[in-house]
């Protein structure tokens, strides 16, 4: 099969042919149609993120296709079922955090492209119980950014408690961002878009959001406070001052949902946080059930998954664009 293979971090990933892999019990074969390129393959491929995995690797952790073939003890997958693998390949099932709904925060997690191999390739195997069913609504290109995109922001804007009467910030619109503004109208919210590019605050109307703020001039959180604030922030944006943008934002007894990875430290006060009584909180992923309900809600046509496909041969080029920033909010996907 052909494959996008890590061979040496910080290099160019290889276009190559390599055997394709067998499904082992428990799993399915999956031929892969549609595959997102997140920011986190390209952490790992720059060795921001090391890969626990020994090279070549194959990363990418938002495949869709179909069921090719089941490996032994696999009872509710066909030959032929509309699959996806995500990040999100295994979790034990039995610790507190499993136990507890929050198999994403379980310490024997296992993920997709980073602990064993993933979706930039024709075939992919992915443990059956982890695997998402794709509804038939949903094409390949535009179920593939769901799986980690998708589900990451909509977790995020579950997490923030935003509901209809109170006003959400939805900081940096991206890949993640796009998505995250549209679950924040759907859960009610009134919607404030926050990023430094004047495209994707430009998209960020079309998709509803009510008003929008540009952070390239100068503080943002001073003309958020200015409209009022905001109730509940969600942050995508790659971007520690996007973290301190978002809490000087809130109002009294807000959340601060973090979603994203920006390098080094984040320049807070404890008076931030202490004086207006401000929860911060991390996430990543969802859980089963948040893929689930996040494939359902994208089928159903209420979301727009803004995507821009590319060839597998292509990749390295389109890697390119994301170290330089020079993307729009359209999530790549691969066409396999
Ligand atoms: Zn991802
Ligand atoms: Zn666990």
New binding site residues.
Partial sequence: MKAAVVREVRKPVSIEERPRPEPGPGEILVRILASGICHSDLHILDDEMPSPHPLPLVVGHEGAGTVEAVGADVTKWRVGDRAGIPWLRW?????R??IEGW?PL????RGTGFDEDGCWAEYAVCPAAFAARIPEKLSWEQAAPVLCAGVTSYKAVKLSGTRPGRTLGVFGIGGLGHLGLQYGKLAGARVIAVDIHAAKLSLAEELGADACVDASQGDAHRRIRRQGGVDDAVVFATSARAIRDAVKSLKPNGSVVVAALPPGEVPLRASDLVDRGVRLVGTALGTRQDLMEVLDLAASGRVQVKVETCRLEDVNTVLDSMRAHRLDAARKVIQL
């Avoid at 979790?91 to 610790?95: I, M, N, R, V």
């Avoid at 379980?106 to 997690?109: E, F, L, S, Y």
């Fill in positions: 979790a034990c099932g039995e610790c955090e499993c198999e379980c310490a024997g997690m």
